[in-house]
């Protein structure tokens, strides 16, 4: 007989019933934690040095990674559209589906989700070594906030960068797919930018910024709270890693299922 055969409703429930609290404990921890975290961004002292070495970490060095993931998406995307719109004679809407598709929706998510891979798991491994290693307990000696040090400057370079790595993205991939579709599927150069230019609105844009901002902060903040949160020893420090991008991974799909509705609604 199974485990959950041998129990009685009663334990089923109470089982379900500690879930549940668990997992709205969990949600209050982690709310507790982003407000806390907006709150020493918005109060001095400010660390510059700290938060120039996040912009350079979360920003520059995600660029490649950013522009290779979306490039080849892009060109993936207008072979796709092209592919199924031949079935309905609608090709030629290959510009205006590539251009709308990554702005709205490919771009932020692809670029979120990078983000959570690379920049996440190496937050919540740096701060989960300090805390190992008693780093994070020098600072507090040292009259130094770990909050203020070691958190804030990283979400917020995340919340400055990260929409603009979107907007990068957006751009490569629609470039991605204006090299495939010009060189391979035969559209003219110039009518394909000019049918791009003029199916964007200004609120795909703005969109497609707003989403990059909240999948910034989700990601760093996740990093950060996994890290302080870190167990002792390397198997905590690899437990918070993982789990970093665990979460942080299902907050931005969640986060782009609510703004998607949000702007849709607008």
Known sequence: MSTFSRLSPLSLLARLGQMVLAGLGAVGRVTLFALSTFSHMLRPPYYPRELLNALLQVGWLSLPVVGLTAIFTGAALALQIYAGGARFN???????????????????????LMIAARVTSSIAAEIATMKVTEQIDALVTLSTHPMK?????????????????VGVG?????????????QNLGFNPAA??????????????????????????????MGCYYGMQS??????????????VEAAAVLILAANFVLTGIFFSL
Not at 149 to 165: G, M, S
Not at 198 to 219: H, N, Q, W, Y
Not at 231 to 244: F, H, L, M
Request: aromatic share 6%; hydrophobic share 55%.
């Open 192 to 221: 394909y930018l000019k049918n791009t230019v003029d199916f964007l609105e200004l609120r795909d844009i703005v969109s497609s910024l707003v989403k990059g901002a909240a999948f910034g902060t989700i990601a760093a903040t």
């Open 170 to 182: 957006d751009i490569i991939g629609i470039m991605g797919g204006y090299v495939v579709a010009t």
């Open 90 to 112: 609608a090709e030629a809407v290959v510009p205006q589906i590539v251009a709308i598709g990554m702005v709205r929706e490919l771009g932020p998510v692809l670029v979120g």
């Open 231 to 244: 167990g002792r020893g390397a198997q905590g420090v690899g437990r918070a890693t993982k789990g970093s």
């Open 149 to 165: 040090y070691l958190v804030a400057p990283r979400v917020l370079a995340a919340l400055i960068t990260v929409p603009v790595l």
